[in-house]
């Protein structure tokens, strides 16, 4: 059993940077997949970041690569994503999500433990 609490979301200006991160309880946290995925009003939960669990690969939507990126600390059971250079359509809610196994998952269906999401708001 995983429960992930995020923080971090708020407003900012067009090209600005926000740090998201997601507190993690359990013992075993350094052995799920952690993934970001978002929201955006009208639209379907899409796919953001996701990190093994030792912290070695990383994987990301073309929509965000370069721009941002995610890490991970298992001695405090936390996954985080900077993300920088942000775009009005970066606006949406942001979840973490947790995955059993050890290799990188990109699908919503994969993970089995979610956070409640944060909202990041990015103005033009």
């Known amino acids: 059993q995983v429960q992930l609490v995020e923080s971090g979301g708020g407003l900012v200006q067009a090209g600005g940077s926000l740090r998201l991160s997601c507190a993690a309880s359990g013992r075993t946290f350094s052995s799920y997949i952690m993934g970001w995925f978002r929201q955006a009003p009208g639209k379907e939960r899409e796919f953001v970041a996701a990190i093994t669990g030792s912290g070695i690969s990383t994987r990301y939507a073309d929509s965000v690569k370069g721009r941002f990126t995610i890490s991970r600390d298992n001695a405090r059971n936390t996954v985080s994503v900077h993300m920088n250079s942000l775009k009005p359509e970066d606006t949406a809610v942001y979840y973490c999500?947790?995955?059993?196994?050890?290799?990188?998952?990109?699908?919503?269906?994969?993970?089995?433990?979610w956070g409640q999401g944060t909202q990041v708001t990015v103005s033009s």
């Open positions: 999500a947790a995955s059993p196994g050890g290799y990188i998952r990109t699908m919503i269906d994969q993970y089995d433990y």
